[in-house]
Each structure stands twice: as structure tokens, then as C-alpha cells.
């Protein structure tokens, strides 16, 4: 059942006309369900009316002719229910409504099930038969599940220019517009440069090579690799899985073997051709072979192997440097989309041609969207509703402010988003040559505005330019860039680099904060709940030769300087501080033998811990006598207050650091901090926008840090705002029923102050 769904679903993505595809999938559904008919409607919003868009089985004059109101008869009963109808006799149901023209007269069953994208009915797909009876269990579950699919595709159609004009379909998808979530502000216009669709045998360019070597020895590396993950695949699926689907990892073993596939690719990389390409070669003809058989079994076993072969593609590109097409291919303003962004894929992508960034996957606070806002380049996150490949090389104007991407858009929108992008490059004139001004409100209360770097080089530069301190040194991603842990000496440079970049300023260094949504390639960590897991300082504890070589180099680097501070993330006990100082203390005391007879100097570090797991509010008395800061990561403390996973576009809606339960904890730890005389920072996103930053000010923060980008734009906002109005501000954010209530108080108050311009597209 399982392979029959995903052959029609994928079948029907690869018919360009939409028309075509349904008919397709009415016609397969009839024939694997071995029913009388199949039939798909969709619905017209406009005119309120659902239309019969393809059957097989009722009269096919009556396709685009019969239209059945919302309210009428059984599909519109399924349509406002939202839910399946299975009836024995249709005829004696009393919502039944005869339609001459479609002349179901001998069909009796009948089942129906709406086709429902993001709680919207697109259409009702429908099965009927002449015999009496009720459709079985598993006959509705696959209707039930092909439905939900085929409204992906629905929905993908209009995007990929598959509906013709009189067509039917909501309103939003007729406009070409998608809406994810805002990731990162700014607008931006380019084409969609799709990396993974670059990662598909059939667009993959068969090139030729010199050393077959290399390439016999990259296929059987990527071969291993895919074993591996097949493995990981079967095992993660319980006993008792379906025998089709033991049968696919059946034959993805059968092929892997040498023997099989391996021998005939060897045999085209002798002939000179790269691994890529002899692969492309070989298993495009085994898919034909496949394809052109009989048994619809066999035919299915084609769509198979050219999905193992893509994942054996992926990693022969893995292991290629450099020879990843996305750096090569993207030559003009382009808008990166993927159905994860990366680090990797932003560090390589050319900057110059990098204008936007959608994500397919992921959310406001994944670290891609973290990423995309350091690099100040407009992201949408969570883009579910379309698949990269269908944007690759189209127009796309991106809106970084709503969420909201326009595929293809006509003269008249085009324009004016040009000139929204024109004025927003004003404003950010305006700001930056305000950038040197002291960070003060209009009543005279100072605020520190620091820089969270880590991420980019380039930041260390503004930091050095702007003289700010580092409020947050994220030290993860250059252990997510290389193949193997750093070395004391490679992680010594690195920081001497950032602790020298502001030598008169506090750097903040953060201990290494991997696990959840920050993998290291070379330390996989398989957990079912990775932000729950082993993430932060559990990993780093349980591995001190990890956390003493990390402390040894950050204290080394810091020999003859006194601005260095250590801050331990993901702090949930006052054990984990306890242990982590042991370590430091150790490493302090070994740094200090090593260099006892050179006459360096190495300072004692502050020591911090981050405040965001949850616990750590009701141990600040306990935790303010073994530290000498504490940071604020909002973003993880939204995340394991509000219980909603930062990572997951599902739950996107939910998540939200102006949530009034998280402003009072924020206000909480302000208070707190100040009543134990402990300094606190905010590091998390919140601190680097324009409404979060006067919330904070009003709660008594004086100390935020951001990325740096956003400090121009936080000091002019503070610059034109005062602390008395930021309290008031702040009273009706802490008694806000909802967070919209708290937005809408503050972007009142923005636009008071002439600041609306800094939260939406234009002024
Ligand atoms: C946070 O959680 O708010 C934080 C600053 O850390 P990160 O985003 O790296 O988890
Ligand atoms: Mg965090």
C-alpha cells in the first residue's frame, strides 16, 4: 500500500499539467482499489462552489461541468465537515443530490475525503462502487493518506506554473504568493537557486575524469556511507513493518552490494567517467528497464533505485570538495532555497550573488534563521508548501518583515517592491550615520549594546570597528566546519584572534554548545529528542578531554590580555556550574605550570552561565554564589518555557519570545540579577529587535547583545525612545493576554515615535 501511494504521488508530481495528473491519480486509485470509480473535486472560493476536476468511472463530459455548491449534496458534506464520509447507500443518505450529467446511478458505496492544505479544503476526492457496503478501514486510511499528499501537490501546482488559466483554486495560491515565516527582516528580489535540486541524478551533469582512482575510491566511500544511513533508516523503523517496505531495504542492500550496481559504475568510471557521472549513467538505464516492465511491482522498484542512487549522489558530492555545484552555479542575485540551510551551504555560497535565503524547513529561531540575521540577509523559514526545485530559477521577491515570497509577480507589485527596497537602503543610510552616537534614550538612561559573534568572520571586523565587547563568542561553528575536533592550536588561533579584535573590551566565550540543532558531522549523536538530549555543557561534562582542551586554549589565547569571560550554556543545576569551575580551575592551574618560567601573565577569567533552561529561575540565589554573570539566551528559554520546539515550522506559531509568560520570566531574572548584585546580559534574539530592546529597558536591562548588524539599529531606536514611556510600554506587555496584544502595543508605540519603519517594509 505503501509504495502504491507514493508511486501515484509521485507520478502525479512529475506530469507537468495539473488536469493530466488528476486525472492520473483518479484513474491509479481505481485501479489499485479495484473500485468503480474515482473522482477529484476542487474547490472554488470564489464562487463558492467545488468542480469536478477528473474521474474515472463517472461521465467524462461532466468534468469541469458539474459544479456542486459548499453546501450541497455529499461532497459538499465532506467538504464542510472536514472529514471522511463512508456510506453503504448513497442515495438513501438525505444530504444526496442527484446530478443527471455525471450518471452515478448504479453506485451505491461511497466514500469521500476532503484534500485540506494548511486548514484550508482545496478538494474532495471521492470513491464510489455499485455494490452495497461500506468501504473497510483500510480503504479509507489510504484514501485518508493520498489526500493529504495530493494536497501538497495541489498546492505545489500553481507554483511550478502546472494549472491552467481557468483553473481553480483559493484565491492566496492564484496570486503565486507562499507564505512562510519571517526569518530574518529585509526584502530582496533574485532567483531561486535550489542546492538541493542540484543533488538529483537526473539534472546531475555527466562529466569526465582523469584519475579513476580517485573516483573508484569517492563511489565506494559514498557507498559506504549510504549503507550506513540505510542501516540507520531500518533499524529506527520498529518490527513488524510492511513487507513492501522490508522489500525496499531489501533491494537497497541487494544494490549497494558490490556485485551488483558497483561493478557496472567501476566499470564507467574506467571508461573516464567521475563517479556522479557513472552512477547517472548506470542507474538511469536500470530505471528504464525497471519503468518499462509489466509488473506494476517491478515498475515500482524503478522509483526506488533512483532514490537510493540520489542519496549515493549526495555523498560522492560530500567527499568532492569544491566541486559542489551550488559555488560554481550561482552567478547572479540569487535566493538560496533548501530544504535546510546550513552554515556549510551559507559559508560557501558567493556572498556577492547571496540576496535572500528560504528555508523549507526550520523556523524563526532555528539557527539558520540566527545565521541568515547575523549575515543581514532576509530569510523566510518554513516554506512547507513548496519544494525547492520549483522555485530553482525563478523570480522570487522575498519578504523578510511578513514571511511572504511572490513567485513570478507581475509589472505593478514588482515595482513597488523595488522601491521598498530602495527606501529600506535609506533608512539604513539614516541609522549608520548615527551609529557613533552614545546609546542613550531621550531621558539620559545608557544602555551596552554588545555583538554576538562566532558565526562570521566578518563580524569580528565590526566588532573591531565599532569597539563594542562581545557579549556571546558562540564557539560552535567552526567545530561544525571542519572534519575532526579542532586542536588546542587551531582553537588558540582562532580565539586570539577574537580576544585581540577588542582587546579593551570584555569578550564573552561560550563554551561549546552542540547537540539539538547543531550537529558535528564527525560526533553523531542519534536522539529522539535532541533539545531534551545531550546538548550544552551535558556533552561537554561527560567529555573533559573535550571541555579541559577548549578552557586550555581559550586561557592561553587570552596570555598577556585580562578581557577574557567563560560562560557555560545550558546550565539546568548548580552541580553542572560546580563541576564545569573544577575544570576550568584545573585547566587554569595546568596553563599557569606550562608557562610559570616565561614570564606571561594569564588573568583569571569572569566566569557565566547562560540563563535558559527554565530550572535556573528558581536557583538564581543559589547559582549568584558561584558566578560572576549570567546571560539570558531567550531564544532556548522561549523554547523550554513555551515547551514548542524552536527548529519545528509545525509548531512555529507557537513559538514566541514576547509570549507575556516569557516577558514576566525576563522581568523575573532582571530583578533577581539586580537584587543579588549579579551583572545580567541579554544574548538572545529578542535583544537585537526594535520592540524586545525597549521592553528590556523598560524591565531594567542595561546590558544587550546582539548580532551586528542589528546594533545600529538597536542604538537609534534607543536613541529615540525614553525609559519613563518604555515602563508604560512594558506594564501593558506584562498584562497582554496573548503575544499578538503585546505586538500590537508595540508597534502603537513604534509608530508613535516615527519607528514603524524599522519592523515592516516602508514608512
Ligand atoms: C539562546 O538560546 O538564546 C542563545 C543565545 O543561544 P543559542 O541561540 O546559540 O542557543
Ligand atoms: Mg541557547
Known amino acids: 500500500m505503501l509504495t502504491t501511494l507514493k508511486r501515484i504521488v509521485q507520478e502525479m508530481s512529475q506530469i507537468p499539467a495539473l488536469d493530466e495528473a ?5 484513474s491509479r ?31 467524462p463530459d461532466a468534468v469541469e461541468q458539474v459544479r456542486i455548491g459548499f453546501s450541497e449534496g455529499l461532497i459538499g458534506l465532506v467538504g464542510q465537515r472536514e472529514e471522511p464520509l ?23 458505496a461511497f466514500l469521500g475525503t476532503p484534500i485540506i492544505h494548511q486548514r484550508k479544503v482545496l478538494g474532495v476526492i471521492t470513491m464510489q462502487q455499485a455494490k452495497m457496503r461500506f468501504f473497510s478501514e483500510d480503504e479509507e486510511a489510504f484514501l485518508v493518506t493520498l489526500a493529504a499528499q495530493l494536497a501538497l501537490e495541489i498546492s505545489n501546482a500553481e507554483i511550478r506554473g502546472a494549472l491552467s488559466s481557468n483553473d481553480i483554486l483559493p484565491s492566496t495560491l492564484h496570486q503565486k504568493k507562499v507564505m512562510g515565516i519571517a526569518g530574518s527582516p529585509g526584502l530582496a528580489i533574485g532567483h531561486g537557486f535550489s542546492t538541493d535540486s542540484t543533488v538529483d541524478l537526473r539534472r546531475f551533469v555527466v562529466k569526465r575524469t582523469d584519475d579513476r582512482s580517485q573516483e573508484v575510491q569517492r563511489y565506494r566511500k559514498a557507498v559506504e556511507i549510504t549503507r550506513e544511513q540505510v542501516d540507520e533508516l531500518s533499524n529506527s523503523l520498529e518490527e513488524g513493518i510492511p513487507d513492501d517496505v522490508k522489500a525496499i531495504f531489501q533491494l537497497y542492500h541487494h544494490l549497494l552490494d558490490a556485485n551488483s550496481l558497483g561493478r557496472e559504475v567501476e566499470a564507467k568510471i574506467q571508461e573516464q567517467w567521475c563517479a556522479g557521472s557513472s552512477l547517472k549513467m548506470v542507474v538511469e538505464d536500470y530505471a528504464a528497464r525497471f519503468a518499462n516492465m509489466d509488473d506494476p511491482y517491478m515498475q515500482e522498484r524503478a522509483i526506488d533505485i533512483v532514490d537510493l542512487s540520489n542519496r549515493i549522489l549526495v ?18 542575485a540569487s535566493i538560496l532555497v533548501a530544504e535546510e540551510v546550513s552554515a556549510t551551504m551559507l559559508a560557501e555560497f558567493p556572498r556577492e550573488h547571496l540576496k535572500g535565503i528560504i528555508s523549507i524547513r526550520g523556523s524563526n529561531n532555528s539557527h539558520a534563521a540566527i545565521l541568515a540575521r547575523a549575515m543581514g540577509i532576509p530569510a523566510v523559514m518554513g516554506c512547507q508548501n513548496v519544494s525547492p526545485t520549483l522555485l530553482e530559477n525563478k523570480e522570487i521577491l522575498l519578504d523578510g518583515y511578513s514571511g511572504e515570497i511572490i513567485i513570478g509577480a507581475d509589472n505593478a507589485i514588482r515595482q513597488s517592491f523595488v522601491q521598498l527596497i530602495e527606501e529600506e537602503a535609506l533608512l539604513a543610510e539614516q541609522i549608520a550615520s548615527e551609529a557613533n552616537k552614545a546609546c542613550e534614550t531621550e531621558d539620559g538612561c545608557r544602555m551596552s549594546l554588545l555583538i554576538n559573534a562566532g558565526l562570521s568572520v566578518e563580524i569580528e ?12 563568542y558562540r564557539t560552535e561553528i567552526p567545530f561544525m566546519l571542519r572534519e575532526s575536533f579542532p586542536s588546542e592550536k587551531e582553537q588558540i588561533k582562532l580565539y586570539s584572534e577574537v580576544l585581540r579584535c577588542v582587546p579593551e573590551q570584555q569578550v564573552t566565550m561560550r563554551t561549546l554548545d552542540v547537540g539539538g540543532d547543531k550537529p558535528l558531522p564527525y560526533f553523531p549523536i542519534n536522539e529522539e529528542n535532541p533539545f531534551l538530549g545531550w546538548r550544552g555543557v551535558r556533552l561537554t561534562l561527560d567529555h573533559p578531554e573535550i571541555f579541559l582542551v577548549q578552557i586550555r586554549a581559550m586561557l592561553k ?46 588573568v583569571r577569567p569572569r566566569i557565566g552561565v547562560m540563563l535558559e533552561v527554565p530550572s535556573v529561575l528558581y536557583l538564581l540565589p543559589q547559582l549568584a554564589r558561584h558566578v560572576d554573570f549570567f546571560s539570558v539566551g531567550s531564544n532556548d528559554l ?7 520546539d524552536r527548529n519545528n515550522t509545525r509548531v512555529a506559531a507557537l513559538y514566541n519570545s514576547y509570549h507575556p509568560a516569557v516577558l514576566s520570566a525576563l522581568y523575573d531574572i532582571v530583578r533577581q540579577s539586580d537584587a543579588h548584585k549579579i551583572p545580567v546580559t541579554v544574548c538572545g534574539e529578542i535583544a537585537g529587535e526594535p520592540g524586545g530592546a525597549i521592553l528590556l529597558l523598560g524591565m531594567g536591562y542595561r546590558r544587550l547583545s546582539m548580532n551586528a548588524h542589528n546594533i545600529g539599529k538597536i542604538n537609534w531606536v534607543i536613541r529615540n525612545v525614553n525609559l519613563k514611556e518604555s515602563k508604560n510600554l512594558l506594564a501593558c506587555a506584562l498584562t497582554a493576554q496573548t503575544h499578538q496584544e503585546v505586538y500590537a ?18 514608512s
Open 22 to 26: 488528476l486525472f492520473n491519480v483518479a
Open 29 to 59: 486509485v481505481k485501479q489499485v482499489m479495484q473500485v468503480d470509480s474515482c473522482s477529484i473535486y476542487l474547490a472554488d472560493y470564489d464562487n463558492q462552489e467545488f468542480i469536478l476536476k477528473a474521474t474515472d468511472g463517472l461521465h
Open 86 to 108: 463512508n456510506i453503504e447507500d448513497a442515495h438513501r443518505h438525505p444530504r444526496f443530490k442527484h446530478y443527471p450529467e455525471v450518471h452515478e446511478e448504479n453506485y451505491k
Open 315 to 332: 555523498n560522492i558530492l560530500h567527499q568532492a570538495r569544491g566541486e559542489r555545484p551550488q559555488v560554481t552555479l550561482a552567478d547572479k
Open 461 to 472: 571586523t565590526v566588532a573591531r570597528n565599532q569597539g563594542k565587547g562581545i557579549g556571546l
Open 557 to 602: 589565547a587570552s596570555l598577556g590580555l585580562s578581557n577574557l569571560q567563560i560562560m557555560l550554556p545550558m546550565i539546568s543545576s548548580v552541580n553542572e556550574v560546580q563541576e564545569a569551575s573544577r575544570l576550568i580551575e584545573q585547566a587554569f592551574f595546568e596553563v599557569s605550570e606550562e608557562i610559570k618560567d616565561t614570564g606571561e601573565t594569564l
Open 638 to 644: 522561549t523554547q523550554y518555557l513555551l515547551a514548542v
Open 745 to 762: 502595543h508595540i508597534n502603537d508605540y513604534l509608530e508613535q515615535k516615527g519607528l514603524g519603519g524599522l519592523i515592516r517594509a516602508g
